[in-house]
């Protein structure tokens, strides 16, 4: 008779994103009778991860069904993740939240050696997130992600019907980071006093332009009038700045080194293609968010096999969908809390952020009841098996990619290496 006990257990360290071996243990430690290791693992192969994937599946499928109510099509953020340290990423996951309720719709995890190489996880990512709403038959108008090339070179060839914006957050940290390299040259610092209100700009235009993408490049370029204190005859879309009179700035003078650097960066080839695409239509900042939220299910510096993974990204997106629109929260009195923080770089300057009602995990319940029921029909670790064994595309894993010497031979070189006097 397999005992309940260590099921629930080992469903509670899972479900709470807790590592197996630290938690066991922590127990044996404390001189609490549990588990091994390996008993863990078959538990959770053959019972908590088929549970999370039933689960999720389901609550996916109730999101679903809820947007072909509305019957509207769904305007689509989407980012990567690298699901492990360093450029020799082993996992990439892909991501879509619907950005109007910020809910994360799918995600795919990808193995490195299903693809070329690691860079090409991200597309494939996203393909199978889009296979996967098509498949489900969600009609889809937008699509905002950041600049990777191969995703927009795939947008524009295979997927013309989708709308592709660009994440502005991604384009003004790019052109900030661009500016902030220039000032430090010789006879450039002024562009570093403006920085700031350039990388602004980039927002301000996006946000006023309503997509029209001409619109957004006139505005964009005429940064490079307004720094010389010139503030219209910009072009025929935007004549002239929409700010009123301006206080004497530093203002950079046309034609300074200065400023012939700040116009290769402003009418950067790519940056002037790119700029017309600028989203207005939401941002993927939320993801961003979410993310934050699988590294505390699958930190990257531990290794997971592929199955593992996935049910804790699955995880993070189960607790990240049911908390993401939480209320702000309120004292006694009615008043909104605001929690202050005054981080390193602000140089002593403030951040107010929105203290939120407490987090809610409605999501345990429905995970432990989907243990206890594939527990109760197959009450033994061979009808489990059985019952697992349905074929599911799984990638190889990754040291079966390679020919691995003998490891006789790795223990030899290890030994010769230690001895070689
Ligand atoms: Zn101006």
Known sequence: MMPWGNLIVAAAILFSGCSPVKAINFLNFAGIRCFSYRTYNALQQLYLVPAIEQVWQQKQQEMFEEIKKKDHAVKLGGDARCCSPGHTAKFG??????????????????????????????????????????????????????????????????????????????????????????????????????????????????????????????????????????????????????????????????????????????????????????????????????????????????????????????????????????????TREGEKQYSVSYPKGRHGEGVAKEVKVDQTFNYISDLMDAVVDLRTVNDSYSKARDAINLPRRLPEPLSQSTPKPPKHDTIQKHVTRFNDN
């Open 93 to 330: 996951s892909y991501s879509v939240m619907d950005l109007n309720t910020s809910k994360v719709l799918d995600i795919q995890l990808v193995q490195s050696n299903e693809v070329q190489n690691s860079y090409h996880m991200e597309l494939e990512g996203l393909k199978r997130c889009l296979g996967k709403l098509h498949q489900e038959e969600i009609q889809i108008s937008h699509l905002v992600t950041d600049r990777h090339s191969q995703v927009k070179a795939y947008m524009k060839r295979d997927q013309p019907q989708i709308v592709h914006m660009f994440d502005v957050w991604h384009v003004a940290k790019g052109v900030y980071k661009k500016l902030e390299t220039l000032s430090k040259k010789k006879n450039c610092e002024l562009v570093g006093a403006w920085a700031h209100s350039i990388s602004n700009h980039i927002y301000w235009c996006a946000a006023s332009s309503d997509g029209n993408g001409e619109l957004i490049l006139e505005k964009w370029v005429s940064i490079l009038n307004h720094v010389t204190d010139v503030h219209e005859g910009h072009g025929e879309l935007y004549p002239r700045c929409l700010h009123g009179p301006v206080d004497d700035r530093q203002w950079i003078r046309r034609g300074s080194k200065a400023f012939l650097e700040l116009e290769t960066v402003v009418r950067g080839r790519m940056l002037l293609t790119d700029i017309k695409q600028l989203s207005h239509v939401g941002q993927t900042s939320c993801l961003e968010a979410f993310h934050k939220v699988v590294c505390s299910f699958a930190p990257k510096a531990v290794h997971f096999f592929y199955i593992q993974m996935q049910a804790r990204i699955y995880l993070a997106a189960l607790h990240f969908n049911e908390n993401v629109s939480r209320p702000q929260s309120r």
